[in-house]
């Protein structure tokens, strides 16, 4: 039971670099996240996506670029890495429908910029 | 604006005994509303959730409790055991079917168990 999967799990870049964090799930959620959580705080939403082909921002999308070409995978780009972009990255999906709309996590991938 | 907050940073309980972990939320639209476990290095774990035309909902060890007169929220840990110790979040959204949902979470709560 896969669930959702992200790599790298750890990544020291430079200021400037680029970098793609990949996530992909096997449920066949219909949503997919990204969100970034800063020490002793909550998770903050980067982007997210209610389908393939449909992007959306979140509450601090600046930054990254994501796209979504297929339901499985959902790929995060940072493309000229910062200092304030050092956090933990959480990938994440889940099925949206009548029932309500449970989130399903991944281990998250640890991100430091120098 | 929306917020969900927790009340206290951290707590501390001996293991045997109930842990109660509270909240607090601002939206008077969310009506879905659920508490995850992150351990360590580990991504949150779903632990229970409620939704509002509930004020009760019970899990293996762990009962929910929603007052939506005072837009709060509880997570009750019956005999809290060693590996309860994680940060606690709450989460809430408002779910209309089939359109966008987007949790909303809160800073997060140590608990610590003393052996």
């Known amino acids: 039971n896969a669930g959702v999967t992200q790599t790298p799990k750890f990544r020291i870049l430079k200021i400037g670099q680029s970098m793609t964090l990949q996530c992909t799930q096997d449920?066949?959620?219909?949503?997919m996240y990204w969100y970034r959580q800063d020490p002793g705080m909550g998770l903050k939403l980067i982007y997210y996506s209610v389908g393939a082909g449909i992007t959306d921002k979140g509450e601090v999308p600046n930054g990254y670029n994501v796209s979504r070409s297929t339901t499985e995978d959902f790929p995060l780009r940072l493309e000229l890495a910062a200092p304030s972009q050092t956090s933990v990255y959480f990938c994440a999906s889940s099925y949206v429908g009548y029932s309500g709309n449970t989130i399903y996590f991944g281990e998250g991938s640890w991100l430091t910029v120098v | 604006g929306e917020s969900v907050g927790l009340h206290l940073p951290t707590l501390s309980v001996q293991e045997g005994d109930n842990s109660i972990i509270n909240c607090a939320y601002s939206?008077?639209?969310?009506?879905?509303f659920i508490w995850y476990k992150q351990e360590s290095g580990k991504g949150p774990q779903f632990i229970i959730d409620?939704?509002?035309?509930?004020d009760k909902r019970q899990g293996q060890r762990v009962t929910v409790l929603l007052n939506k007169t005072v837009k709060h929220l509880s997570l009750q840990i019956a005999a809290t055991q060693p590996g309860d110790s994680a940060v606690y979040f709450c989460a809430e959204t408002h779910t209309p079917p089939g359109a966008n949902s987007k949790l909303t979470f809160g800073k997060g709560i140590t608990l610590s168990v003393r052996p």
């Open positions: 449920m066949n959620h219909n949503y």
């Open positions: 939206n008077s639209a969310s009506d879905y």
């Open positions: 409620i939704r509002s035309n509930m």
